[in-house]
């Protein structure tokens, strides 16, 4: 008997941290893979790791997604392989610290390419495909940060992510009857690169380690998430707490508090 073929996942930002992670756990559960981020050298590394272990087929695709041509290449690139995309993990990313005024607007535009626009125009390109397949698995990267208060500093990185819990939550109930389940998968605080791409490594490191996640259990979780059809997943008892309290406490107490909070992680 021929063996049933197996599913394929794309997967942003698969050279660090988070994207790392939810590239093992689809893996393990006998996806297939595409692997894009910048470093074609840790793509190739991983895919040939992952490869070895779980006997799946992992694609490389080098892609610069802040570049806004790049997710329809990718897009082609893939369907002239023949690869249909069943489950998307949108997870690349970085933040930009600093006040508003004192980056250039390319910066921020470059900033909103890849946060946002990436993120929405990958769902978009591969949304149909899923529908008519009647199968789809979308994992959206947000953030605990899109659920509190803003903060002063990386002024639209919560602005991102909210956007992107909104956005997860209206196409999960769009797409649900289709069995194409969506996800905003909302970590705290999270061990990766990500504080180091953005220089502020120092001032984390003076964060107490007990609000440190750890990337596979935020992509676990987040596997899990989108598989039973959650639309949005907090990651960690700690950042369900908060995000409790930010819901039912008086607004101005939490704005204060999450101010002062900010200060202690927030290039200003
Ligand atoms: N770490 C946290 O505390 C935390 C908390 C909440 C949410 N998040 C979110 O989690 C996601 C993953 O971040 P991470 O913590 O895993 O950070 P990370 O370790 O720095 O990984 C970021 C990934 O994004 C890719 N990337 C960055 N810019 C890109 C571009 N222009 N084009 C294509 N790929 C790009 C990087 O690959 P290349 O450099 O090779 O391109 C890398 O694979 C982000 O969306 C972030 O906002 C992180």
């Known amino acids: 008997m021929s063996q049933p073929s197996r599913r394929t996942a794309l997967v942003t930002g698969a050279s660090a941290g988070i994207g790392v992670s939810f590239a093992r756990v689809f893996a393990a559960h006998d996806f297939d893979l595409v692997l894009t981020a910048r470093r074609e050298d840790r793509l190739r590394d991983l895919a040939g790791e992952i490869s070895a272990r779980h006997g799946v087929a992992a694609r490389v695709v080098v892609a610069d997604l802040s570049d806004p041509g790049a997710p329809a290449r990718l897009e082609q690139e893939l369907a002239e392989a023949g690869v249909a995309v ?20 390319e910066q921020q535009a470059q900033f909103i390419q890849l ?32 659920l509190v208060p803003g903060t002063p500093g990386h002024t639209l990185y919560a602005a991102s992510k909210s956007f992107l819990i909104k956005f997860s939550q209206s196409l999960a109930l ?12 909302c970590p705290g605080f999270t061990l990766t690169e990500f504080h180091d791409v953005n220089q502020t490594r120092e001032m984390m490191d003076r964060m107490p380690k007990w609000v ?51 200060r202690r992680y927030r290039k200003p």
């Open 115 to 146: 946060m946002v626009t990436a993120y929405a125009e990958l769902v978009h390109r591969f949304l149909p495909g899923m529908v008519a397949r009647r199968y789809g698995r979308i994992v959206n990267v947000a953030s605990v940060a899109g």
């Open 212 to 262: 440190w996640l750890d990337a596979d259990r935020v992509a676990r979780e987040g596997f899990d998430g989108v598989m039973t059809g959650k639309p949005v997943v907090v990651n960690g008892a700690l950042y369900r707490s908060l995000v409790f309290l930010a819901r039912h406490l008086p607004q101005g107490l939490v704005f204060r508090a999450t101010l002062k909070q900010s």
């Open 86 to 105: 069943d489950a998307l993990v949108n997870n690349a990313g970085f933040g930009l610290p600093g006040k508003y005024v004192e980056t250039t607007w």
């Open 174 to 185: 769009e797409t649900r009857s289709k069995n194409v389940h969506v996800t905003a998968v």
